[in-house]
């Protein structure tokens, strides 16, 4: 949309506490799909081309203006801490959006709205040259809802708890997103009533008071009228999620070629990014800023968050990876964790029952079962034992451990960190390494076997004879 600067302002109403959530975090911080429900109409705005927006706090503000200061930082922060209606709230953005020619007025808690249904809604106020413009949808069971009432020409909403019985008998309904030239609703603010049954200032009053001036008011009907499903407890907070998931899976799906067997069962935020030929079956999910390249498997019950997955890569099942990279073509799974900025390069493996963190395991290199790898270097070609453990905590600070390439770590093996490892050094079955081992020396640091020859039969013959004395 290419509009001149400071043709429009967005102002999105995120004041309110949502008492039904049940909760003591407020209705806008809840998460959908490990996003806040704000994060969605800020985004689709920005999408849609509208580069200027400002928040209206008002509930638990503070953490409210934390979140928007860290993820929308150029979004202004006004107060309303006194929580009086959304009449009120545009009154005290006033200031805000007279700066611009219009201001879009988004709910803070509306998430399905789209960036192209917002495009629509400012090209049919612009080409329309009206003075209010309101999206509106149509709903078989209105209850709730402004009503959108259409006489002799002219149009304005009526809250569900104002209206008359006939007035309820209308199916088309306010989604409460406005667009207003700023001039004109600065001509009306201060004329808004709480004269209603929640004695409140409600924002679309001010189209029947633009109607009596002579402005031109419109409805923009929209036909998706699941864009416009507010949240205002648990279980519509659980079905937007649920709408949202498949926006995101289907789209992949359709544009992407992600392949999917079963796209109900796949969980994927809105900033993960999957590339071309992903494979990704049932029971997945993927959330932060996750990124899936091109080729990539990942099998199910597979946990991933703010993560990369390089091309070709293989996560055969019942992975957990944060904040962690698996290289090209290197596999991970089934049953492995990899934590706090792991990496796997290219072709290496992390196997069965294996927890890796804050480490780097080599090109080619195989961490097959069994292990602990934390805060360690691996070289290129390297195998590294069932059970093998790095010992990197001393009780006061977590210690390195430097493994060289192409090693052979013999099983249960303990580096106790710091320690150092050279180029094709092997460790044998069961050692407890704590000094550097050179290239090409094999580390051993066990107690030497002793047999004791006997002992069975005199232990059974001890034990013969405590019975036969009892």
Request: glycine content about 10%; some cysteine; proline content about 3%.
């Amino acid at each position: 949309m290419n509009q001149p600067d400071k043709m429009f302002g967005v102002l999105v109403l995120a004041a309110g506490k949502g008492t039904r959530m049940r909760s003591k975090t407020p209705k806008v911080l809840h998460l959908m799909l490990e996003e806040p429900i704000l994060y969605y109409p800020l985004k689709s705005a920005l999408d849609a081309g509208f580069g200027e927006t400002a928040v209206v706090v008002g509930y638990e503000g503070e953490a409210v203006e934390g979140w928007v200061r860290e993820n929308f930082p150029e979004s202004a922060i006004i107060w309303q801490r006194e929580q009086r209606g959304t009449g009120h709230a545009a009154k005290l953005a006033q200031e805000w959006w007279s700066a611009y020619e219009n201001v879009l007025v988004l709910a803070g808690d509306a998430p399905l709205i789209t960036s192209e249904t917002l495009k629509y809604f400012a090209e049919r106020h612009i080409s329309g040259g009206n003075d209010c413009s309101f999206l509106s949808f149509t709903l078989a069971d209105p209850t709730g809802y402004g009503r959108v009432i259409t006489e002799n020409g002219s149009v304005r909403v009526v809250e569900h708890k104002d209206a008359t019985e006939a007035e309820r008998a209308v199916h088309e309904v306010n989604s409460g997103m406005y667009i207003f030239r700023a001039a004109a609703l600065a001509s009306v603010i201060d004329e808004i009533s709480c004269q209603n049954a929640q004695g409140e200032y409600y924002l679309p009053d001010a189209l029947a008071l633009i109607a009596a001036r002579g402005g031109k008011v419109e409805a923009v009907h929209a036909d998706d009228a699941e864009q416009f499903l507010g949240i205002n407890d648990q279980i519509q907070l659980a079905n937007a999620a649920r709408i949202m998931r498949d926006r995101i899976v289907l789209s992949l799906m359709r544009d992407n070629g992600m392949h999917c067997m079963d796209p109900s069962s796949v969980w994927i935020g809105p900033k993960v990014k999957v590339g071309r030929d992903v494979t990704i079956h049932p029971s997945v999910q993927l959330w932060g800023e996750t990124v899936v390249e091109d080729g990539a498997f990942i099998g199910s019950f597979t946990v991933l968050r703010n993560s990369v997955i390089h091309e070709n890569a293989n996560i055969k099942g019942s992975v957990r990876l944060n904040d962690s990279t698996v290289g090209p073509r290197a596999s991970a799974g089934p049953f492995s964790f990899m934590r706090e900025h792991g990496e796997l390069l290219e072709n290496a493996h992390m196997g069965r029952f294996v927890e890796i963190k804050k480490s780097v395991i080599g090109r080619d290199s195989k961490v097959p079962h069994l292990s602990y790898i934390g805060d360690t270097e691996i070289g290129e070609n390297t195998n590294i034992g069932a059970g093998t453990i790095t010992c990197n905590y001393d009780g006061v600070k977590k210690n390195r451990t430097k493994i060289g390439s192409n090693c052979l770590i013999g099983s249960d093996t303990m580096f106790v960190a710091p320690v150092e490892v050279g180029d094709e050094v092997s460790t044998a079955a069961g050692s407890v390494i704590t000094n550097r081992i050179p290239d090409g020396a094999l580390g051993v640091g066990r107690a030497r076997q002793t047999n004791i020859e006997g002992w069975s039969n005199r232990r059974r013959k001890k034990q013969s004879d405590g019975k036969s004395r009892s």
